[in-house]
């Protein structure tokens, strides 16, 4: 079955905090990608990846295709990244996003 | 570029009744999907069209259904609304066909059934 597990659900950290959430899934991926939501839900797109790392700013995921696991790292977190974070994984031979349950992320000034 | 567009924003709809939403993509992106958002399941895909066709379904029962149009908007129909068909309803448009290509999300329909 097609699965997508993330960790934590809830996160709660002080600004300035190195922050670390997990995705994993259960058979091969041929894309994988991360999602922000904010309150109100509009949901952007931070990024979509196949292999190794990619990094915007102050924002970094990362992928190991042989572990099924993926990783967005948030360096010097702001009160401004506090949003719910999705992954969401196309699995090989399907045509559709199967998305982790999300985890909600919250920085204190 | 304007980003994708949702019509209307919010919807109250009752048990029985059918409702349609709107969707109009980045210019220049042929591919429109639909997806569900409860706090039960979470996100869910609905479809996916391109040119005019659809690519991709998820399982959702044959009450919800859509079009594309030539010029790629795309609508999303639900017929004999369920009180579980509360929810958030996403569109998202990409260049490409499938979901391996970056998902421009616009803001959603707040769909209510009473």
């Known amino acids: 079955k097609n699965e997508v597990e993330q960790s934590p659900q809830n996160l709660t950290a002080q600004e300035g905090e190195f922050i670390t959430i997990n995705c994993s899934y259960s058979?091969?991926?041929?894309?994988l990608h991360w999602l922000q939501q904010h309150p109100g839900g509009g949901i952007v797109s931070l990024f979509m990846?196949?292999?190794g790392k990619k990094k915007h700013g102050r924002l970094i995921a990362t992928i190991n295709i042989q572990e099924k696991h993926s990783s967005l790292h948030i360096t010097a977190s702001h009160p401004r990244d506090s949003a719910v974070y999705i992954c969401?994984?196309?699995?090989?031979?399907?045509?559709?996003?199967?998305f982790g349950q999300g985890t909600r992320l919250t920085i204190n000034p | 570029k304007a980003g994708v567009t949702q019509t209307p924003r919010y919807l109250i709809k009752t048990r029985g009744q059918q409702v349609t939403l709107s969707c109009s993509p980045i210019?220049?992106?042929?591919?429109v999907s639909w997806y569900q958002q409860t706090p039960g399941q979470g996100l869910q895909f609905l479809f996916e069209?391109?040119?005019?066709?659809?690519?991709n379904k998820g399982n959702f029962p044959g009450r919800f259904s859509g079009r594309q149009f030539s010029n790629s908007r795309s609508e999303m129909n639900v017929s004999t609304l369920e009180l579980g068909d509360s929810a958030l309803y996403l569109c998202?448009?990409?260049?490409?066909?499938?979901?391996?290509?970056?998902?421009?999300f616009g803001p959603g329909t707040r769909l209510t059934v009473l």
């Open positions: 998202a448009s990409s260049v490409q066909r499938g979901p391996s290509d970056t998902q421009y």
């Open positions: 210019s220049g992106h042929r591919s």
């Open positions: 069209y391109f040119s005019e066709t659809q690519r």
């Open positions: 990846l196949s292999s």
């Open positions: 969401a994984a196309v699995f090989q031979g399907a045509q559709k996003l199967v």
């Open positions: 058979v091969g991926i041929s894309a």
